[in-house]
């Protein structure tokens, strides 16, 4: 019998604290400060999710208006405005309309007349001007617009009639991203099994933190490789025609995703107790069959959970897919470029408008990608969790 | 359309600290201009600051780029003095400062910039017209022998939609239309060059300044139009057909003082020949301070 059995059973008390024994004062302080901060951590992502899901409220609730043509009052009728009607056409708050004197407010009308003139006529007369594009349906599905053949999914967010539909971008985040999945998947399940199961100590030594210092490669540097060199040698390989396209970067995105994917599973297998293997190996079987049909059976749910958080790793990665590819193309094609949802926020978050429609839609994207990257990441974290528990026995 | 202005705890810090190095700067007698904007201008802004500051050294000009909506939001947030655009301020631009510091921004003229069209160095093609290229970025022409090249098929690079030359290419060549989705965005004009010297049936524009690299062509204005090249003379004599002013929007509050001097000199016979050194087109004769 273990002597943690002999001495019954002990009480944890709270947070750990023994009530057998006499807590010293600073160190109970300084255990309450490092629960503090701890907690801390989850306090700033949900501070994040607020942030950001607040911005984008505006959209949800319908209150944008993108239209290009919208109801403009001349300037000569400023008298005839109750102050209640001119802060609502001005969009301002009470107190700004206080603030302000009656040049500056008439100035303000004249821009909105200003605003008018400033499209061209063609544009004036299109039934698509007058059309609010912030609505879900044009957000979500396809639409015909002015001088295209056939309804299609456009993202257009700068010019005269601004076209969001986020369908391209979805798809071109989802495109490289499964590319990357299938390129680094196996290289780093294998990696992992070959290390864990199969080499020699002296060269698991090597490898395993060679691999794992892929990840220390700043991303900006990979997509500065594959936009000069990758490129150009795929295109010679593969033979097709345009050249920066999804395909170069998922291929990049692998070498972000390598890293992440290896050092899990490595770690789900490494955590297959030993006896397993000895069994096998006791049993006849050789070194190859126990790796790969005892202990990656085994060790399968944190294969799954690697996979998983790879995943969310691919689709968050902004700078190699920015820098290699960046055209909203709506197609599944692997060979046409895509745009995504991350190099769409990072390239456009700094011109669009504050408060604006683009600005709105740019944030439901972030906090679209961040319900993702969270759900994601909290089923890769039970799912090994629930693996160790399960390896060791105590479920 | 129901934009709230966001009286913040950003917008107070940024304001307590322009008070403090206000009040800072009152001290000196050094003079700080800050300068931010389009990243088309960004070079020639430097080395304005650079030969102004080498003549009088007691003005410290700090110069970024960023991009033209960059600069304005900067102009509106009053973080900077001058605010360099690659495009005309837009309304909505103007209404932004009208409700920040209750007066539109004063427009000056800088430069002119001729839009080149870039294509492989390998490209037997010499000339294109302005409708031509209207229909290849939009995504209608899509092979090179349509426009009598060779037969293969095109990939169109662009800027990314952030940039002012984005915009003024859409609303000026391509007559407001979408560009085509297959369209490469990339994010700078050396970018757009470098993917075209790469790419030898690709196509893409850019400003002049950056001409080495790929080959430009010549440009017709319509189909029975005689071509024109690039050059100083034509561009501004306002021959070539793809070319737009360059320009500095200020606070009318702020123009004062070392800015307004600053502004005038920018202007003059000697700012305007930095601009010649840094490859754009200078201002013509009846447009410059004397």
């Not at chain 1, 759900?375 to 890769?380: E, P, Q, R, T």
Request: aromatic share 10%; glycine share 8%.
């Amino acid at each position: 019998m273990s002597p943690r059995h002999t001495t019954g059973k002990r009480s944890h008390g709270w947070m750990g604290l023994h009530r057998g024994h006499r807590a010293r004062p600073l160190e109970w302080l300084a255990e309450k400060f490092i629960f503090a901060v701890s907690l801390s951590a989850i306090l700033v992502v949900l501070l994040i999710f607020l942030f950001v899901a607040r911005e984008a409220a505006p959209l949800l609730y319908g209150r944008m208006n993108s239209a290009a043509v919208q109801e403009v009052i001349p300037v000569s009728e400023f008298d005839k405005l109750s102050p209640a009607q001119l802060q609502q056409y001005l969009g301002l708050t009470p107190s700004e309309l206080a603030a302000m004197d009656r040049a500056t407010l008439q100035s303000l009308m004249e821009v909105k007349v200003e605003a008018l003139a400033e499209i061209p006529a063609a544009f004036r007369e299109d039934p698509d001007a007058r059309i609010n594009t912030t609505q879900w349906r044009y957000l979500l599905r396809s639409h015909q617009w002015t001088d295209y053949a056939k309804p299609e999914f456009i993202w257009q967010p700068v010019g005269q009639i601004k076209k969001y539909n986020i369908i391209p971008l979805l798809i071109g985040s989802l495109k490289t991203t499964l590319v990357g999945l299938l390129f680094a998947v196996p290289l780093a399940v294998g990696a992992a099994i070959y290390v864990s199961q199969l080499a020699r100590p002296r060269v698991r030594e090597v490898v395993k933190p060679t691999i794992e210092m892929l990840s220390g490669i700043p991303s900006v540097v990979v997509g500065f490789f594959a936009l000069l060199v990758m490129a150009t040698v795929l295109q010679r390989v593969f033979g097709y025609q345009t050249r920066l396209n999804a395909f170069v970067a998922g291929i990049a995105l692998g070498f972000a995703v390598i890293p992440v994917v290896f050092s899990i599973a490595e770690d789900a297998l490494t955590s297959v107790p030993q006896a397993y293997t000895q069994a096998a190996l006791a049993l006849g079987s050789s070194k190859w069959q126990a790796a790969w049909q005892i202990v990656l059976p085994a060790a399968l749910p944190g294969v799954f959970a690697a996979t998983v958080l790879g995943f969310g790793r691919a689709i968050g990665e902004t700078m190699i897919v920015l820098m290699v590819c960046s055209a909203s193309v709506m197609s599944w094609n692997i060979f046409d470029s895509a745009r995504s949802i991350t190099t769409t926020i990072a390239a456009e978050m700094a011109e669009a408008v504050s408060g604006g429609p683009h600005y709105r839609i740019l944030f439901l994207l972030g906090a679209m990608l961040f319900a993702v990257t969270f759900v994601l990441n909290l089923i890769g974290d039970v799912v090994m969790h629930r693996l160790k528990l399960q390896l060791e026995g105590k479920r | 359309m129901n934009y709230r202005s966001p009286l913040t705890l950003k917008t107070l810090l940024v304001k307590s600290l322009v008070v403090v190095a206000t009040l800072g700067m009152a001290g000196s007698s050094r003079a700080d201009i800050t300068v931010k904007g389009s990243d088309t201008l960004v070079i020639l802004a430097q080395k304005w600051a650079e030969v102004y500051m080498g003549k009088n050294a007691g003005t410290k000009i700090q110069v970024t780029g960023g991009g033209t909506g960059t600069g304005f939001a900067a102009l509106q947030n009053q973080t900077t003095d001058l605010c360099d655009a690659s495009r005309k301020i837009k309304a909505k631009e103007i209404e932004a400062c009208i409700k920040a510091f209750g007066k539109r921004p004063t427009e000056y003229k800088v430069a002119i910039d001729g839009l080149s069209v870039f294509v492989s160095a390998d490209n037997p093609l010499k000339e294109i017209s302005v409708p031509q290229l209207e229909s290849i970025f939009t995504g209608k022409t899509r092979n090179w022998k349509e426009v009598g090249g060779t037969d293969a098929p095109i990939t169109v690079y662009s800027r990314e939609n952030s940039s002012g030359t984005y915009e003024f290419f859409k609303e000026h060549v391509l007559q407001g239309k979408d560009f085509a989705a297959s369209a490469q965005t990339m994010p700078g004009t050396a970018a757009v060059l470098q993917a075209v010297a790469k790419d030898k049936h690709g196509i893409g524009y850019g400003g002049a300044a950056y001409g080495a690299g790929a080959k430009h062509l010549a440009v017709k204005a319509d189909d029975s139009a005689p071509a024109i090249e690039p050059t100083e003379a034509n561009v501004v004599g306002q021959k070539y057909p793809i070319w737009r002013y360059l320009f500095i929007y200020v606070n009318p509050a702020l123009d004062k003082g070392e800015v307004a001097t600053y502004l005038k000199w920018i202007r003059s016979d000697d700012g305007q020949k930095v601009v010649k050194d840094v490859g754009y087109f200078p201002l013509p004769a009846v447009l410059r301070d004397k």
